[in-house]
């Protein structure tokens, strides 16, 4: 039986969805049946300009040909391939694919379905990497405060957003946080990336004077911090760190599944700010966020620390049944290929400066406390409303989509990051129509 794809479904209570207000949301659902390029399509008709790429996903927009054609084409020649003591072509001509737009040095893809597996995918590997060259007293991970990792045990641990982690029990053991770099009295309202926070990094020496170098094994951190509310590195921030891991053999690992695929203009953020990392994480963009899939790049010094010992014994007691995926692979290579084809990631490099010059418009504007911005990212912050935090944000993407953009908010921060196809005049459009919301605002 055809299935009417228009028709609202008539219970709404069985799906309990993810990070989301169910009961608010069920009682006046928003439901999208449609998406083409820079739009989506609503239950009730009205397009919906996309600000946020899905959720930072979609970079090459919405149902583009190339990827659909490839999904289709690879489930029906070969829908699943064992991902152990197997292989098929694609996963193989993806890998090679990622490592040609990878930062020099990452040689090597291990592959996962999302960005909390590909964090605690990285962070088993640096563990399990100083152990096999012999230092298996390096168990200690540093993350950050604010930082997002996803949602895995591993992540919530490394990460830093209070509400992800205090229901969940003692998490990891052996991690602890670099501060944050959100300094609003020094930093509010700078175009790209800000002046002062660099000394931050130096954190890490007092933390590795603290355990002892031989108890860590690495640092985790986003470059750009997105989920937090959009905070960029500070100058020469990501340097220092580099700089303190290398002293004392702590590897470094960049969480780019919002940054990855060009989001800042280069195809990783590694690139973008000249400091390369010993591990990658990705995600979302790796199939324009159609199929699940994520992915760690290495270096060949982490890989190759693993290829020793007799032939036939595995080298990584570590796997998803779900590894490059057939479909998810296809996915992957024709999302890589329109990037190429459309150049997506020199597109968002040169439309960068527009975009700045747009949000920054905002300034001024009723509640807005700062504004950030870089590459095709932004963020505008809002003044909370006394004892209710959130709610001024969240009324604002509520009156955003009624007015025909999708927003993102995080506690009073509204996100943007559309997908790098987006012209000049729908940025105008949405930051037209964003405007006019925030003076409409309480
Ligand atoms: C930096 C970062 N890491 C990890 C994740 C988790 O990805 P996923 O939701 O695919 O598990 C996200 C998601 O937003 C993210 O922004």
Known sequence: MALDRNTAPNDLAAFWMPFTSNRQFKKNPRMFVGARDMHYTTADGRQVLDGTAGLWCCNAGHCRPLITEAISRQAAEMDYAPAFQMGHPSAFELANRLVDIAPAGMEHVFYCNSGSEAVDTALKIAIAYHRVRGEGTRTRLIGRERGYH?????????????????????LLNGVDHLPHTHLPAQNSFVKGQPEHGAHLAEELERIVALHGPETIAAVIVEPMAGSTGVLMPPKGYLEKLREISSKH??????????????????????????????????????????????????????????????????????????????????????????????????????????????????????????????GLIGAVELQPIPGEPTKRAFNAFLKAYEKGILIRTTGDIIAMSPPLIISKPEIDTLIGTLGEVLDSLD
Not at 158 to 170: H, S
Not at 290 to 305: F, N, Q, R, S
Not at 340 to 364: D, N, T, V
């Open 150 to 170: 996803g949602v895995g045990f591993g992540g919530i641990s490394v990460g830093g957003i209070v509400n992800n982690r205090k229901y969940f029990g003692a």
């Open 249 to 374: 053999g702590i590897l470094l690992i960049f969480d780019e599944v919002i940054t990855g695929f060009g989001r800042l203009g280069a195809p990783f953020a590694s690139q973008f700010f000249g400091v390369t990392p010993d591990m990658i994480t990705c995600a979302k963009g790796l199939t324009n966020g159609v199929i699940p899939m994520g992915a760690v790049l290495t270096t060949a010094g982490v890989h190759d620390a693993f290829m020793q010992g007799p032939e036939q014994a595995i080298e990584l007691f570590h796997g998803y049944t779900y590894s490059g995926n057939p479909i998810a692979s296809a996915a992957g290579i024709a999302t890589l290929e329109t990037y190429k084809q459309e150049r997506l990631f020199e597109r968002a490099a040169e439309l960068a400066p527009y975009w700045e010059e747009a949000i920054h418009s905002l300034a001024g504007k009723p509640h807005v406390i700062d504004i950030r911005n870089l």
